[in-house]
């Protein structure tokens, strides 16, 4: 059974950084690309970023482009986003997802319930 | 970017009826590369559909996708009481990927 299971949101102070992490069990990690994709709270789904599976093709929203790393340990089962100069409107409910392809960026066939980051002060 | 426009925001209808949700392109989506999410409150995201007319393994026969180009469709034939969620379009022909503003579907 796939899972996907994320950590390391929290309250965060304007300005500072955050690292999620997403723990993949269930398949193979480095057969498929991942991505993380956020919800606000009250608005809709929004991608934020991408990464094939040996991290060649690496893909941001222009919204945290500049600002997030996204990054991935195959042996470790594991995928992270870095999160710096974070902002208010990155306060989110933050999903790792599964892509269905292993070499390009596509759609997500399984999801992780999510970690909520809060930036507040 | 490619901006997908959903309609309409909130459709309200009954178990039984059918239901048709459009997600428009503002340019056309490569190799009809798009796909439809169920989202229900507390849960995560569920793929319905993917290369606009796709099942994903799961999805039963009562949703379809249909369209190309600019305008896609979500049909679902007729209404079960778990059908009831937000629906999201995404596509992936073009980077960045991008969702839908989403279309809720209540229960009249």
């Known amino acids: 059974e796939v899972q996907l299971v994320e950590s390391g949101g929290g309250l965060v102070q304007p300005g500072r950084s955050l690292r999620l992490s997403c723990a993949a069990s269930?398949?193979?990690?480095?057969?498929?690309?991942m991505h993380w994709v956020r919800q606000a709270p009250g608005k809709g789904l929004e991608w934020v970023s991408g990464?094939?599976?040996?991290?060649?093709?690496?893909g941001y929203a222009d919204s945290v482009k500049g600002r997030f790393t996204i990054s991935r340990d195959n042996a470790k089962n594991s995928l992270y986003l870095q999160m710096n100069s974070l902002r208010a409107e990155d306060t989110a409910l933050y999903y790792c997802?599964?892509?269905?392809?292993?070499?390009?960026?596509?759609?997500?066939?399984?999801w992780g319930q999510g970690t909520l980051v809060i930036v507040s002060s | 970017e490619i901006v997908l426009t959903q309609s309409p925001g909130t459709l309200s209808l009954s178990p039984g009826e059918r239901a048709t949700l459009s997600c428009r392109a503002s340019?056309?989506?490569?190799?009809?590369?798009l796909a439809w999410y169920q989202h229900k409150p507390g849960q995560a995201p569920r793929l319905l559909i993917s290369?606009?007319?796709g099942r994903a393994t799961g999805t039963p026969d009562r949703f379809s996708g249909s369209g190309s180009g600019t305008d896609f469709t979500l049909t679902i034939s007729s209404l079960e009481p778990e059908d009831f969620a937000v629906f999201y379009c995404?596509?992936?022909?073009?980077?960045?990927?991008?969702f839908g503003q989403g279309t809720r579907l209540e229960i009249k």
């Open positions: 997802a599964k892509d269905k392809a292993t070499v390009s960026l596509r759609y997500f066939d399984y």
């Open positions: 269930g398949f193979t990690l480095d057969d498929y690309a």
């Open positions: 990464i094939t599976w040996n991290s060649g093709t690496i």
């Open positions: 340019q056309s989506v490569s190799s009809n590369s």
């Open positions: 290369g606009a007319s």
């Open positions: 995404q596509q992936y022909g073009s980077s960045p990927i991008t």
